[in-house]
DNA sequence: TCTTGACGCTCAAGCGCTTTAGCGGTTCCC
DNA sequence: GGGAACCGCTAAAGCGCTTGAGCGTCAAGA
């Protein structure tokens, strides 16, 4: 029988020991799958720890040199953006799954900024309260890469580009660009030319190889009227631009926001203008989630998986604390899910009285 | 200089003790605000514990009787309902803005059920990894508090009434009851006679709370049409909801949704149907967040200020840590915020051709 | 002058675990 | 037949911290 009654006192291995008439060291060796016992008695003090209910204390395996058990995950973002957001749950779940089967904790922490971010982490590893951590949105210019190397804390990052200055890191991240290239290939296929990407914030590396790529698509493809204005991810911010550049003499015929949450906003903007989706207007959303489907018209949506996301990010890490190399390792290339918000690009002059303007309609 | 070169070995009190000329005892009395030391010393000691950048080990101390400076959060959540949710992360963060101060770490873990969540605190607790446990969704016949009492492990709940058999759990909730009495005032004011409740799972406390009030409110204001319509929370769930009950022969006037994510898919699920809102449709969602404002048109919702209440939970839990008596707190009664979703009863009999009872299309 | 007692400090034990050294006994091999 | 190698186990040290006991020293009180 695994259960008893749950004692005041929490079992220690000298508990065991008595029982099993063994010394300490002997459980050790028996419990840890260590040589050094008769396989008689490593079951005899296995079965005495079940039926103690024993769990080896963390604080006592830290002391003496193993790990804490305890990966971190810092979310830095200001508390007011802390908005409707799918994916970090999803991630973090993701991460938990691989996480529980070993029994490892996930510290978890919401900062301000990256500057309070590197600070948890001086402190993490100063208080020796983790032995590992996972990093997301990198950026340009990031100081965390180096910090950890600095550390020698073991860490994965998320969504970053593979990073050779800090090889003592490992790398899990989705091909942005191919899965703009794709979408880019798409749009125009439908004959669009005049697009717009409403990009998340300028300074994180997954924003910049977008928006890189969307501009190296274009010239390729020679549209002129191609391109990426960045925002701060919130949908305030993706309305306001949504309704710039709708206004403008010759509007873009298609768009595409960085997140499920911005597209939702700005189809909504969209609407107020008059526009009808997807008959003048295309929208794709980068991140699919159930707004996406809460929405008329459903939009048309780039998936990736973010739960294996993080299942993969959590595996690299596993295997990092587990003494093997750093890695980099790319996720399938986000497919884009063609719904009801996008469609061919209105043929003929752009809307209503807009004809003004001169600059060429493309089409 | 607070911060030098990290080196690569962590310091410990020794190292401290060594360059101060004193003994770690003096140290430890030193740095902990203990009496022991001359205020000479103790500057001294602390200067150098800044020089060094020392932090205590969670390990050591957690080891020699102190707490673990760690507290737990399990979110009991299938991982294919993970969607779309500002309440949590949003909690979390104002939990968070409290522990940061007293430097304490938020172990967070997601499972499947609660029968799983109670086996993570029972490792939790024979692992000695948290001081204390934040609960939440508490249910009817909910086996945690018993178990966090049998563990004696200090817990706080969140969102469930006081609970007078468990009188070692501190209690944090909002006034359901109320909100929702305020809701039917507002609705009956308007007009509204027939109004269905989507609520969230039929075993939260919460749920029940509300559902008990609706029927009470009605048998008071001798409303015969009025109903809760128990579901899993999920956008699908409440659009199924909503067209069943919208295609009644004497439809609702008024829907009140357990959630801003439900609202916003049954509003979706009522257009469908040729519902406009608010003139023959109210709706009313039960969390306030951007996606409120997201959709057209706005809905009312009723808002609570999320954020406050993860840090009221966990300066309750703090309050328990340092050896304070249970309580129980009631956060401010959420407020109905009157966006665009809610209006006049529409006057007259029913809709059109719907008098005939079948499973119309509905437009 | 001698005793108290407070002060400022050091010593050493102990928290629960891992790990190295070592011990008696058997088996192996030349 | 004697040394080496191995097996199954115990003893003890150590991880970084807290804490109660104890020890000089100095000032005040008898």
Known sequence: MPTRRSPARRPTMKDIARRAGVSESAVSFALNDRPGVSE????RVRRVAEQLGWRPSTAARALS???VATVGFVLARPAATLGVDSFFLQLVSGIQG???ERHLGLLFQVVEDVADECAVYRRWWAEHRVDGVLVVDPRADDPRPGLLDELSLPAVVIGGAPDERHPGLSTVWADDAGAMASVVGELT?????RIVHIAGLPDLAHTQRRIRTLRAEAERRGLAEVESVPTDYSDAEAAAVTRRVL????????????????????????????FSVPAELSVVAW????LCRMVAPWLSALSRDSVEFGSTAAREL???????PARTVRVPVPRLIERDSTGPARSGPPRREDANGGTGTGA
Do not use: I, K, N
């Not at 296929?189 to 030319?193: D, E, T, Y």
């Not at 926001?257 to 939702?264: G, L």
């Not at 991140?287 to 159930?290: G, L, T, V």
């Open 40 to 43: 008689a008695t490593r079951a």
């Open 65 to 67: 040199g193993e790990g």
């Open 98 to 100: 691989v996480l529980a």
């Open 189 to 193: 296929a439908l004959g669009h030319r």
């Open 247 to 274: 206004r403008r003499p010759a509007p873009p015929t298609a768009l595409v926001y960085d997140s499920d949450v911005m597209a939702v906003a700005g189809l909504a903007a969209a609407a107020e203008l008059g």
């Open 287 to 290: 991140e699919d989630s159930a």
């Open 318 to 324: 596993l295997a990092l604390l587990d003494g093997g």
